[in-house]
Nanobody, 122 residues
Framework: VQLQACGGGLVQAGGSLRLSCAASGRTFSNYAMAWFRQAPGKEREFVAAISRSASSTYYADSVKGRFTISRDNGNNRVYLQVNSLKPEDTAVYYC????????????????WGQGTQVTVSS
């Protein structure tokens, strides 16, 4: 499956963005989806995951209550609504597809988007 992420940008602390990831090539609903992020000089970090049917979601503690993951299987998209942004949320955000839900290890995901930059100014 091919993934294309977009929606990043420069925002002030406390602001919001909606990241989007479009999938093509295979049956989107066969895959659990997740968002990861990677800041300069740091390892790729799990952010959120959603099950195939969207019935379950899972978040990293650092974003719980501020970020919301959702998906639209009819339109082959997964979203990440990011609210109450902090400077430490600055990173490149990646969407990923895999066979297992709620896995926080990047190596368990089969497909990755190209990333979208989120920069939060203080």
């Amino acid at each position: 499956v091919q993934l294309q992420a977009c929606g990043g940008g420069l925002v002030q602390a406390g602001g919001s963005l909606r990241l989007s990831c479009a999938a093509s090539g295979r049956t989107f609903s066969n895959y659990a989806m997740a968002w990861f992020r990677q800041a300069p000089g740091k390892e790729r970090e799990f952010v959120a995951a959603i099950s195939r049917s969207a019935s379950s979601t899972y978040y990293a503690d650092s974003v719980k209550g501020r970020f919301t993951i959702s998906r639209d299987n009819g339109n082959n998209r997964v979203y990440l609504q990011v609210n109450s942004l902090k400077p430490e949320d600055t990173a490149v955000y990646y969407c990923a597809a895999g066979m297992l839900y709620a896995i926080s290890t990047p190596t368990q995901y089969n497909y990755w988007g190209q990333g979208t930059q989120v920069t939060v100014s203080s």
